[in-house]
């Protein structure tokens, strides 16, 4: 899920307080926001704006650089072997894949959350990024970017002005990016199997996979889910719960609006004042991030937020956004609904069909935490008993531990990768 989801109701407060000028909105095949800035001054600085969104403060250069450079420069940056794939799914989207190349050893595929991207798995650092870690304990890393996300804005027909673009939810994701992300990473390996680890949305689309091409468990060594979703039942976030309750999603793809916070001078402004580490907005930049997730300060590296920001949001439709209100209404986990009248003709039935967690075939393991709002416990436990071959499940040992602290957490390696890595070996050992 996003550390985003606030920043259209605090930038609403920003332009009634005079801060900005000049801006408009436009509805239809377009971003929501058009911005003709005067210089502004925002706390006493003075900022600077035009296509690149330059800042005048005194951030760390190396940390404004990384909030820069893309998923493949941030990897070369810090001397890792990187590389760029393109691929193409079997509805015509093309999909960039990053990989932080090993030959001949096991393949591992990461797959990112909500409005997230490849990136989340090396921003912070060597020693700090799940991507880096598996690499330097011998795996051949890739990273996937689904549909619509900064990394896969093509398609073979439409561009991204095209509502047709954005028609779709995770479903699609499940359904073809993951298959084909899989299929082009063991052709390219030569491998018949690899290890899965999904963060948030990155485990939906995996579940998705598996009841609707359940041929792909046979591919899988071992599935690891950070923070997984499936249920919304439970859900604590008032952020998410909002967009739910108020149909905000709907109301936006009902006025043409089919591209979730789009990435534009405004938002990255936006973003980059507020989460300026020399500042003391980056305790509002922070507490936005925790309303979404669950409240965890001491895991939060707070230096990091300008690179958080630059990274993110990253990409997503309002049709997504919707299906995810949807499950949070219903309380089960199943395929978009598209009205009465259109799921008896898409489906047959007047309710949307329920995904078959049954097809999970494959090994899982299931990571939650106490503060989870996006993933609580309660709505962990409903998946782990719906999973048929759960061979992990375990709670990290920190109240506090949220949503985000499993990809950015301070403290992640020694509260929980080092045990996925255990994990991970022995999974391995046991089909030698």
């Known amino acids: 899920m996003s550390v985003k989801l606030l920043i259209v109701a605090l930038s ?23 911005v003709n800035f005067k210089t502004p001054t925002f706390l ?6 035009d296509s690149n969104v330059r800042l005048e403060n005194d951030v760390d250069p190396n940390i404004q650089e990384d909030s820069h450079l ?62 880096y870690l598996l690499y330097d304990q011998g795996y051949d890393v890739w990273m996937a970017n689904v549909r619509g996300n900064t990394y896969s804005r093509k398609h073979v027909k439409y561009s991204t002005h095209h509502a ?8 699609e994701m499940g359904k073809h990016d993951i298959p084909a992300t899989m299929d082009y990473i063991l052709n390219s390996t030569g491998v018949s199997q690899l290890h899965y680890i999904g963060h948030s949305q990155g485990t939906v689309v995996f579940w998705i996979m598996a009841s609707e ?36 999603s709907l109301v936006l793809k009902l006025i043409g609006v089919h591209e979730f916070l789009p990435k534009n001078e405004f938002i990255s402004m936006f973003n980059r004042i507020i989460c300026d580490e020399t500042t003391i907005t980056k305790e509002i930049c922070s507490n936005v991030i925790f309303l979404t997730t669950g409240f965890d300060k001491l895991q939060l590296n707070e230096t990091m937020l300008p690179v958080i920001v630059g990274h993110s949001p990253a990409g997503a439709s309002t049709k997504q956004m919707q299906h995810f209100g949807q499950l949070n209404r219903s309380g089960g986990f199943r395929q978009y609904d598209h009205g009465w009248l259109r799921n008896h003709w898409i489906y047959g039935t007047i309710d949307p069909p329920s995904y078959h967690l049954e097809n999970v075939r494959a090994k899982v393991a299931l990571y939650y935490g106490q503060n989870d709002w996006l993933a609580p416990p309660e709505d ?37 990768w080092d045990r996925m890595l255990e994990i991970m070996r022995n999974h391995e050992n046991s089909i030698i």
């Open 213 to 248: 091409k359940p041929e792909y468990m046979d591919k899988i060594i071992l599935m690891q889910g950070l923070a997984p979703v499936a249920f919304l039942k439970h859900c604590r976030s008032p952020v998410v719960n909002f967009l739910a309750e108020w149909h905000l």
């Open 70 to 131: 893309n998923t493949y420069s941030l990897i070369k940056k810090y001397g890792y072997p990187a590389e760029n794939h393109t691929l193409e799914t079997d509805d015509g989207y093309i999909l960039t894949l990053h990989r932080i190349a090993r030959p001949g050893a096991t393949p591992v595929l990461l797959v990112h959350g909500l409005l997230d991207s490849s990136a989340t798995w090396v921003m912070m650092g060597p020693n700090k990024g799940l991507g």
């Open 12 to 34: 609403l407060c920003l332009l009634q307080s005079g801060i900005v000028e000049g801006i408009s909105l436009s509805l239809g095949d377009i971003t929501l926001f058009n």
């Open 44 to 49: 006493g600085r003075s900022v600077a704006v």
């Open 380 to 416: 962990v436990e409903m998946l782990n008993r719906k999973l048929p071959n759960v061979v992990e499940k375990y709670l990290v040992d920190d109240k506090e531990f949220n949503h985000l602290d499993f990809i950015w957490g301070i403290d992640a390696r020694e509260l929980l």
């Open 164 to 171: 047709k673009f954005w028609d779709f939810t995770f479903h």
